[in-house]
């Protein structure tokens, strides 16, 4: 599959900080590609260099083959983590506003209806939710009709429903053969909408490729969790390693088989097991060593 | 243009909106013209100025009680005529004529004039012959409500879009901007045209408001005021874009728009007349645009001044509008 947009030997030095030290890139036409990785490790100034906000210290950007320039910044649509809109307009004159601004653009009433932003067209932008506010800005996203859409952290901050609500909001978009790059400290947002993901951190990308093909790269077992009982004596005994994880005590294991045919024999307890996939969490910690954003 | 168009309608909208911002600049002159006027609080000055005509060194001997009086400040003038005038326009309190019998002027409407009377009754008597100040007087308000008006530009249009700017700057919306085909230009071109626009509706409603009250002198030509006005706010636009080009501190900002200001309100003749100050004080005043900016609108306003006669001082406002905009075009940044 060609790439849509690619990065080469990418290095971004600010005074005494290094944040990022030559990354390679290259994403793939519609796809959902997510960009991972802990505070502090190079996402974010990441991204605006591939939005074109920002400008590498070294390194090329490539968008279908050819440097940014003008024409870049009519086909892109970026919704940045914190952005401000003018104050005192209402939604439908904020969405009139952006699309003056592009000579190629979507019909507004095609917008509001693929962000759902109808029910609020004519309230100020200052009144919205969380929810309707990421919704507005992603209409915004989107009214140039573009190929490639920047999604930087659209759902910090949002409650669970808003979150689900946004997530089918962008697998609409991506279903019109839009490539979206995402950026999200959620790991399930991540595993829901990404076909593949990168995760960075120390301005480098650690891990690449899609999650399943990740997941089975970095864990080749199953996670076993039993009641935080007494079993964790008998259990020391055998030499079965256990983490303790909540109320539960964990047992990785390669050899499901065997390993509960000896948890059965030495009499432990397994009313309440339960067999635990790895997540992208789970992968998230093994490769950066720290624990993702609450 | 097109996209000038929507950046120009989203900031009108904005501050048409904005009813605290735009009560506040439109009743903040209102309450400034009628309240200066009336209470004539602008003589809170201690120095009196006084014009002596043939020679300041006769003063001691011909007045000397009116001479070692304090707080008054006597400055030497060779031309009779063009003293006068200068007590005509309150530009100076009293004019003295000591060439041959003591004589001297005053502006009826002026609140120091009236003072001065009384002292130089109180220190020399009858010696001195009261002159009537030939033609129409300017009324002290007249003298006023172009240091006025020009202040209220001034703040209208430092404070509006240098504040305006670093706001949207600080809180992203800059940013997002530029993530669009919108140029800089573009931007900063649609913020001085909506700041301009607003500007001189705002002035407009509160000349044509204060003028049915006060009834202003108005000697010259409306379209004269009206450019000459039109060049001054842009000239304060483009500096408030020049302070703003930068920065994302608000604090910032509001102290170099101050440092600003400040020198700009003292010296520009709009409290008071520079008549009688350090030849610098008066060539360092005119580096600012206001001080252009009253002096011609008093000159048209008060004596009728035609277009050509301002003339040095449209292009000076001119030749600032255009070279600070551009400036400030040059070092922008979005972020």
Redesign the interface.
């Known amino acids: 599959m060609s790439s849509i947009i690619s990065a080469a030997n990418l290095v971004k030095q600010y005074p005494g900080v290094l944040a990022v030290d030559g990354l390679n890139l290259a994403i793939s036409k519609g796809i959902c590609f997510g960009l991972l990785g802990p505070n502090g490790a190079g996402k974010t100034t990441t991204i605006e260099i591939l939005e074109g906000i920002n400008k590498p210290t070294s390194g090329t950007v490539l968008y279908k083959g050819a440097p940014l320039g003008a024409r870049y910044r009519e086909e892109v649509g970026i919704q940045f983590q914190h952005t401000a809109l003018q104050e005192f307009l209402t939604v439908r004159e904020t969405l009139a506003f952006f699309e003056r601004l592009y000579h190629k653009t979507l019909q507004l009433s095609e917008v509001i209806e693929l962000c759902s932003l109808s029910d609020i067209l004519d309230r100020d932008t200052r009144k919205l939710s969380g929810g309707q506010r990421q919704r507005l800005l992603l209409g915004l996203a989107l009214i140039n009709d573009p190929e490639l859409i920047f999604l930087d952290e659209p759902t910090t901050g949002l409650d669970p429903q808003a979150r689900r609500n946004f997530w089918d909001l962008v697998k609409l978009v991506k279903s019109r053969n839009k490539t979206i790059v995402l950026t999200t400290h959620y790991m399930e947002e991540a595993y829901a909408l990404c076909d593949e993901i990168a995760i960075m951190d120390k301005g480098r990308i650690v891990s690449q490729g899609t999650p399943a093909q990740l997941l089975a790269e970095h864990f080749g077992d199953v996670v076993l969790q039993i009641p935080y009982t007494d079993s964790e004596e008998k259990l020391n005994v055998l030499g079965i390693q256990v983490v303790h994880s909540g109320d539960f005590l964990e047992i990785r294991t390669s050899r499901l088989h065997h390993t509960l045919q000896q948890l059965i024999e030495n009499g432990i307890n397994l009313d309440q097991l339960r067999i635990r996939a790895w997540t992208l969490e789970d992968l998230f910690i093994n490769v950066t060593g720290k624990k993702t954003a609450p | 243009m ?2 000038f ?3 120009l ?3 009108n ?2 501050f048409l ?2 009813r605290s911002a735009l009560a506040w600049n439109l009743a903040m002159p209102f309450l400034l013209v009628f309240g200066l006027a009336f209470t004539f609080s602008g003589g809170g000055k201690d120095i009196y100025k006084i014009g002596i005509v043939g020679g300041i060194d006769k003063l001691a001997a011909v007045a000397p009680k009116l001479q070692s009086t304090q707080h008054l400040a006597f400055i030497p003038y060779e031309d009779l005529n063009k003293g006068i005038d200068k007590v005509k326009h309150h530009q100076m309190d009293m004019l003295i004529d000591i060439s041959g019998a003591p004589k001297y002027w005053v502006n009826s409407t002026s609140p120091n004039g009236y003072l001065l009377e009384r002292i130089i009754w109180g220190t020399e008597g009858n010696g001195f012959e009261r002159q009537a100040v030939e033609g129409a007087e300017i009324r002290y308000v007249d003298w006023f409500l172009p240091g006025i008006l020009g202040m209220n530009i001034m703040f209208a249009c430092l404070f509006g879009v240098g504040f305006v700017i670093v706001r ?1 700057r600080k ?3 800059l ?8 140029g800089a230009f573009q931007f900063l071109f649609a913020q001085l045209v909506s700041r301009l626009l607003l500007v001189m509706l705002v002035t407009t409603i509160v000349y044509t408001g204060c003028n049915i009250f006060i009834k202003f002198n108005m000697q010259g030509s409306y379209w004269d005021l009206l450019l000459v006005n039109t060049l001054g706010a842009m000239s304060m636009i483009s500096i408030g874009m020049l302070i703003a080009a930068r920065t994302a501190s608000e604090e910032f900002a509001g102290g170099i728009l101050n440092v600003m200001t400040w020198p700009m309100m003292l010296l520009s003749g709009a409290w008071f007349s520079l008549e009688g100050a350090k030849t610098w004080v008066k060539y360092a005043a005119e580096i600012f645009p206001l001080t252009h900016m009253i002096s011609a609108t008093r000159a048209i306003m008060n004596e009728g001044a035609t277009l050509s006669q301002v003339m040095p001082d449209v292009w000076i406002l001119a030749a600032m509008s255009v070279v600070i905009l551009a400036i400030g075009a040059y070092v922008f940044k979005w ?1």
């Not at chain 2, 940013?175 to 085909?181: D, E, G, Q, Y």
């Open positions: 097109r996209k168009l929507a950046v309608h989203a900031r909208m904005e909106r904005d949207y809180n992203g919306f940013k997002r901007l530029k993530a669009t085909p919108l972020e």
